[in-house]
């Protein structure tokens, strides 16, 4: 009788000890993931990737990394050269400020695009979004964790 | 020979171009092994402790032999289809999260240790109350390993929002108008063979849409243009969802009368907006409202106020109004730090469990009884771990509508948790909601292992590019004509 008793307190607190360990397993490998995720060092803040470029320049599938700022524009002292006759010299800017993204026309011609309305002005981006500028389509990318 | 031979290479070729290639899963398949080995030691556990109490009814505890799991068959079956899950996923070959399906599966083999312990008659016309679990958790795990594999796009999800939120309110409709009522609240719908409280699955469309349109229309509700006061609004016309959602939950509260689905779904809201506008001031304009609505609710309406008058005091009535709270409040205090043990929970009164409705909606009062304060502390750090991963996929997500699905359907799960068990625990009025995964009742865990699925499929690290936004518009149709 004794010892039944003794073997089921055995087996209740090895019930519980084994919840905790699982517990345990869990939560060391979520902060073992936190800590590889903090280690990356973060280069970028966002990557714009071209998905559309009929003139060739830059081809359609690359991608460039974003700093807080980025200008965009047809002269080749832009961080993104386009080269494409429908974009002007100093067409528009991508800035990161706060924790949103804008892109801003710098009083373009033919005007900015996203997802198919004009910007007039300065106008938030969220990642997703597609930024046209000339005959080029953009898209804004979260940074590669 | 031949034949057989340019078989397998054809085969070979079909399965390269599906990239099917097994990778595997070592941090999953190690947790599983622990979740294996403490379900055991768990099925022991109760195993003993029923066949002890067995022996002393009959009077002769000393011949007795104790070891051996309470019911074998349970366990296996619920183990083997864990460990089918996880070779499917190695299958599949996906880089995709290995810590919640182990979590889920802890949570659902205390479920069914529970069920096992419990009266088997509770689950009414259907067979046994354990063996109906058991199928309802392989049939939900079977839906975890086909979302988790097949999910790899989600136009499907993102582009119909709308058509979702249509299904969404006419299921809502349809359980208004031909629901059954079941203790005063109409919840469950019965079409032909089938019959199902379809508030668990709105839980889920209601996330994706909420998912879509916010993703879609951040932009316009982070800029401002109305100020009231020290709050900044977006443009009013934005506003009109909320009012919307406010109006559903209020409806729900007043047609179907279950306040629990209507929590949810209005916390969900809230916790959403925040999470997609980093706006404080909608959390406390919805608030407001929440606190304009109760009250409303509270005068109005005798079932409101009969739910909040139990909570502020159930010992008024503990024989009538009051049973349910006062016994799982019993319930808790009889489990002292470590419990009873399993199995060991109060008998059943007159061949019924002590609390109504423990296997639905007090499973967490049981679990306090029989795993102790220790226990539940545990089960409630699974929850934490599954709300955890989930906000970490979001994190980790591609685009906006990606992340707010992932929080979102995480969310769900936590608030469950959180307001069931806090109902049990006299923390906040008890509404009737299922504890998720622990539960019985097939509906609930189909809507959550729908949501586990999903999570799992949107936590694979991708490099396919992502589906165009909706919205392109004129310009590019005018670019593709103009290019042919």
Do not use: C
């Not at chain 2, 709308?162 to 079941?182: E, H, N």
């Not at chain 2, 007090?362 to 029989?370: D, H, I, N, V």
């Not at chain 2, 906040?428 to 609930?444: D, N």
Request: glycine residues 12%; hydrophobic residues 55%.
């Amino acid at each position: 009788m004794d010892a039944a008793v003794l073997a089921i307190w055995v087996l209740r607190l090895l019930f519980l000890a084994i919840l905790y360990a699982f517990l345990w397993m869990v939560v060391r490998a979520l902060i073992r993931d936190l800590r590889s995720a903090a280690r990356e060092p973060v280069r970028e803040l966002g990557r714009l990737v071209v998905v559309a470029s009929p003139s060739g320049e830059p081809a359609a599938g690359s991608v460039f990394a974003l700093d807080a700022i980025t200008s965009l524009g047809r002269d080749v002292n832009n961080a993104i050269v386009l080269d494409d006759e429908f974009v002007s010299a100093s067409h528009a800017a991508l800035t990161y400020r706060g924790r949103a993204w804008y892109v801003e026309d710098l009083g373009s011609t033919n005007g900015t695009f996203v997802n198919g309305s004009q910007v007039d002005g300065l106008a938030p981006i969220a990642f997703g979004d597609e930024i046209q500028i000339g005959q080029a389509r953009l898209r804004l990318e979260r940074a590669r964790t | 020979m031949t034949a057989a031979a340019s078989g397998q290479r054809a085969v070979g070729r079909e399965a390269r171009r599906f990239r099917i290639t097994p990778r595997v899963r070592g941090r999953e398949l190690g947790l599983l092994s622990l979740v294996a080995i403490g379900l055991f030691i768990g099925s022991l556990s109760l195993g003993a402790t029923e066949r002890l109490k067995a022996a002393q009814l009959d009077g002769d505890p000393a011949s007795v032999n104790l070891l051996g799991p309470a019911d074998p068959a349970f366990i296996v079956v619920y183990l083997g289809a864990l460990f089918a899950v996880h070779l499917a996923l190695v299958i599949a070959g996906r880089r995709t999260d290995q810590i919640l399906l182990p979590t889920v599966g802890m949570l659902g083999g205390i479920g069914l240790l529970l069920m096992e312990r419990l009266p088997q008659d509770l689950a009414g016309r259907l067979g046994g109350l354990a063996s109906t679990q058991l199928v309802w958790l392989v049939i939900g795990l079977a839906i975890i390993a086909g979302l988790a594999i097949a999910v790899r796009n989600d136009v499907w999800l993102r582009r119909y929002k709308y058509t979702w939120a249509a299904v969404g309110v006419g299921l809502l409709l349809m359980t208004f108008l031909f629901g059954r009522d079941v203790n005063g609240a109409r919840l469950s719908l019965t079409i032909g063979p089938f019959s199902g409280q379809p508030s668990e699955l709105l839980k889920v469309i209601l996330v994706v849409f909420l998912a879509g349109y916010l993703s879609e229309n951040r932009r316009l509700l982070v800029e401002e243009s109305t100020r009231i006061g020290p709050l900044r609004l977006p443009p009013l016309p934005y506003l009109a969802p909320m009012v919307a959602m406010w109006t559903i939950a209020l409806g729900i509260v007043i047609v179907q009368r279950d306040l629990g689905a209507a929590l949810l779904f209005f916390a969900v809201f809230l916790l959403l907006l925040y999470v997609s506008t980093a706006r404080v001031g909608y959390v406390v304009l919805g608030l407001g409202a929440f606190v304009v609505g109760a009250a409303a609710l509270y005068f109005l309406f005798g079932h409101v106020r009969t739910r909040i008058d139990i909570w502020l005091d159930p010992f008024a009535d503990p024989n009538g109004a009051g049973y349910q709270v006062v016994q799982a409040l019993h319930a808790f205090a009889r489990g002292g730090l470590i419990g009873t043990g399993l199995g060991g929970g109060l008998p059943t009164i007159a061949g019924r469990p002590p609390i109504p409705a423990l296997h639905t909606d007090f499973p967490f009062a049981a679990l306090g009884e029989e795993l102790g304060l220790v226990g539940i502390l545990a089960i409630l750090g699974l929850y934490l771990v599954l709300v955890e991963r989930g906000l970490r996929i979001a994190s980790a997500a591609q685009d906006e509508f990606r992340a707010i699905l992932a929080a979102g359907l995480s969310l769900v799960i936590g608030v469950q948790a959180f307001i069931i068990a806090g109902g049990n625990l006299k923390l906040i009025p008890l509404t009737g909601i299922t504890l998720p995964f622990v539960s019985y009742g097939g509906s609930s865990l189909l809507a959550n292992a729908v949501i586990v699925g999903l999570l799992i499929a949107l936590s694979e690290r991708t490099r396919d590019p992502l589906p165009p936004p909706r919205r392109l518009g004129r310009i590019r149709r005018m670019l593709d004509r103009g290019a042919a």
